[in-house]
């Protein structure tokens, strides 16, 4: 990766099946938590409706990916970091230092342009084909100027 032309790079992926079963877990275990909680049942029945409402703001947009403004594509070219959605197509994006490229998890951190507040996108291998998870593995943690913002 220490060419400097290097080509571009692009990756799709699908829903992880791996991040739905972590995520209901997750939930169940909640859940579970709220229904033994020594509290009254209005505060646990508060709680049981923050867990719905997440569930149902997380599971198309970041675990199903079936919402238009799902990320599901990130590419790499010689103008930076690009993200892709159906509702608003490629994106400039910034990539945040505390992105992570493990051989079991990739998670990109980006800020949009004129955004305050960091977004994430959790990649697990069953997500991608393994050479393209490789891939995008190692083009986040050698690819030149990855912290720079967009142009």
Same mark, same amino acid.
């Given at each position: ?28 275990? #909640? ?40 990320? #599901? ?5 010689? $103008? ?13 994006? $910034? ?26 996108? #959790? ?29």
């Amino acid at each position: 990766m220490s060419s400097r032309n290097n080509p571009p790079f692009e990756c799709r992926w699908q829903a992880s099946r791996r991040l739905q079963i972590l995520y209901l877990m997750v939930l169940l275990l #909640c859940a579970v938590t709220l229904l033994v909680l020594d509290a009254p049942a209005a505060l646990r029945l508060a709680g049981a409706g923050l867990l719905a409402v997440h569930a149902g703001w997380v599971l198309p947009r970041h675990i199903l990916l079936g919402h238009p403004g799902a990320v #599901c594509r990130l590419r790499h070219d010689g $103008q930076g970091w690009w993200l892709w959605s159906r509702a608003q197509g490629w994106q400039p994006v $910034q990539l945040l230092r505390d992105s992570l490229a493990w051989p079991v998890l990739v998670i990109v951190r980006y800020r949009l342009p004129g955004c305050l507040w960091p977004r994430s996108v #959790c990649i697990f291998p069953d997500a991608l084909p393994a050479d393209q998870h490789r891939k995008l593995r190692v083009r986040l943690r050698f690819s030149r100027r990855r912290w720079s913002a967009p142009e």
